[in-house]
């Protein structure tokens, strides 16, 4: 290959990593900035749902061509490590994205729940999902951690049972 095209080929390169940047920055920001004003009540849990959708869409989107770009053999390290930093910048923005929608539409279904059942219903629900969380923690708990568990000495929790744990 020409030297000429190698630049031209390196050019290119560079422009395709700088607008994936800028894609997960302005993702990011969008993502940040629905989290915060969700926080603040200042947008509905589901409107914030709603607004993250695309957000996820765009990324997956952003991901494919980061993919794409991936797989070319003429990429320098400093390339391949910008590469890899926007990987694991897309890993972490989808946690962030499908963590939050996750989180909200639980707490509109817990909102809706809590408005149809009578209080004491409720719970009993809230509850057994507690029961629920301590037995798939222990059932998935590894030997080093029952373990420590055997060696804790939580305070009881009034029904018999002690604190949350394996």
């Known amino acids: 290959m020409p030297v000429e095209s190698a630049d ?14 800028a894609i ?4 990011e920001g969008r993502v940040l900035y629905l989290i915060k004003e969700s926080a603040r009540g200042a947008i509905a ?5 709603g607004e993250l959708a695309p957000l996820l869409r765009d990324l997956k989107a952003c991901y494919r061509r980061l993919t794409d770009v991936k797989e070319r053999q003429d990429l320098s390290y400093d390339a391949a490590r910008q590469l890899d930093e926007a990987d694991r910048r897309s890993v972490w923005l989808l946690r962030k994205i499908r963590g939050q929608q996750i989180f909200l539409t639980k707490l509109s279904l817990e909102a809706r729940l809590r408005s149809l059942v009578p209080a004491e219903a409720f719970d009993i629900y809230q509850a057994l999902l507690t029961h629920d969380e301590e037995e798939r923690e222990m059932l998935t708990s590894d030997d ?3 373990r420590d ?14 604190g949350p744990g394996v």
């Open 8 to 21: 031209a080929a390196a050019d290119v390169l560079q422009a395709i990593l700088q607008d994936l940047a």
């Open 149 to 162: 568990f055997l060696l804790e000495d939580p305070p009881d929790r009034g029904d018999g049972t002690a």
């Open 24 to 27: 997960l920055n302005v993702l």
């Open 45 to 49: 849990p589901d409107a914030v749902v």
């Open 144 to 146: 080093a951690r029952i």
